[in-house]
Structures are given as C-alpha cells and as structure tokens.
C-alpha cells in the first residue's frame, strides 16, 4: 500500500511539473494584447484603470473627491499609471518564468541570469512589437522598468521557493521500507 501511495504522489508530480510553465505563457499573452492595442486605445485603458483606482482610494480613504477630481487626477497621473502597469506585469511575468524554472531544480544565481534574461528579451520583444502598432512607441525606459520589474518578479520567487523548501515542500524523507518499494530490492538479511 505505501509503494502504491508513493507510485500516485510521484505520478502526480510528473504530470504536473511540464503544468508549472502555463502561468507564463498565460502572462505572455496578456502582455502581448496589451502592446498590440493601438495608442489610443491604449490610453483609454490606462485612464480607466486610473479613475478605477482612484475611485477606490477616495472610497477607502474617504477623501471626499468628486468624480471631476478623480478624472483629473486620473489624466494627471497617466504617466505613472502606465508605468507602474509595466512594471506591476513584468514584476508577474518574472515570478511565473521563475516558477517551473525552479520547480525544475534551477536555483540561486542561475535562476536569476535565466529567468532575467528570458524576461529582458521578452521586453525588447514586446517593445518592438509596440512598435508596429499604431499610435504606439517602443521605449528604452520601458525596458528598463520592465527589467526593474522583473528583478523583483525574481527575487519575490526566490524568496517565496526558499521559504516554501524550507517548510511545508521539504524534501521527503522515505522509510527504509519505502526505499525498498522504490529500488525493488530486497534488502539483504
């Protein structure tokens, strides 16, 4: 019965590692919609986004702001709404490359040159994929908040996988029965 329960946890493990890759392809994609919106969709976008979470803000923190102020602040702050969206996503990108990267036994400084160099490149992908868009610009500022973005995105994962191994995903630790189980072998007497 433990050979069993061991075969099923291993099963499952195998399954689910090529699985781990998914949120990034996911986030991928999204980023890839957001840079093929022409400019003034784009903007449009950043600007609800804005009104969204100053309204929310006003609500929580009851300043008392009347929709017209919170359009204008929200116009005002474009600038920094779109770079905090960059930042925010590629900070995401490089926490969902990291993972299966990780899950796969990549770790310390490897993990951070692989995983950033698969998130800067996207980056300067992305741009000169905005690049043809209409109404749109590729920007090094953008990828370099990207990359800042991505840095974090790594470090959080980093720190979230050490802790994780260090505790509830320790390695198992089998019996000699299960070593047994697991080899096939009888052990000598």
């Known amino acids: 019965m433990k050979f069993f329960l061991l075969y099923i946890k291993q099963t499952i493990r195998f399954v689910l590692k090529p699985m781990s890759f998914i949120p990034a392809i996911v986030m991928m994609c999204i980023i890839f919609s957001f840079s093929e919106q022409e400019g003034d ?4 976008l950043s600007y609800t986004v804005g ?8 609500n ?4 008392g702001w009347t929709r017209q102020h919170i359009e204008e602040l929200s116009s005002h702050y474009q600038f920094y709404i779109r770079k905090a ?16 990267l ?3 036994g990549l770790r310390g400084f490897p993990l951070v040159i692989i995983a950033g160099m698969i998130c800067v490149g996207y980056a300067c992908f992305d741009e ?6 209409a109404g749109r610009l590729a920007s090094r500022k ?15 994962m980093r720190i979230v996988g050490w802790t994780g191994r260090m505790t509830i995903f320790k390695p198992l630790s089998y019996t000699e029965d299960e070593k047994e189980g697991m080899s096939g072998k009888k052990p000598a007497v």
């Open 128 to 133: 000169y994929h905005q690049s043809l868009v």
């Open 102 to 104: 990780y899950v796969y």
């Open 85 to 100: 969206a960059h930042f925010t996503e590629y900070m995401i990108l490089a926490f969902t490359v990291a993972f299966p």
């Open 60 to 63: 929580v923190l009851d300043k």
């Open 142 to 156: 953008d990828v370099a908040i990207d990359s800042s973005g991505s840095i974090v995105g790594i470090i959080i």
């Open 51 to 58: 009104v969204e979470v100053l309204s929310v803000t006003n």
């Open 41 to 44: 969709q784009s903007s449009q």
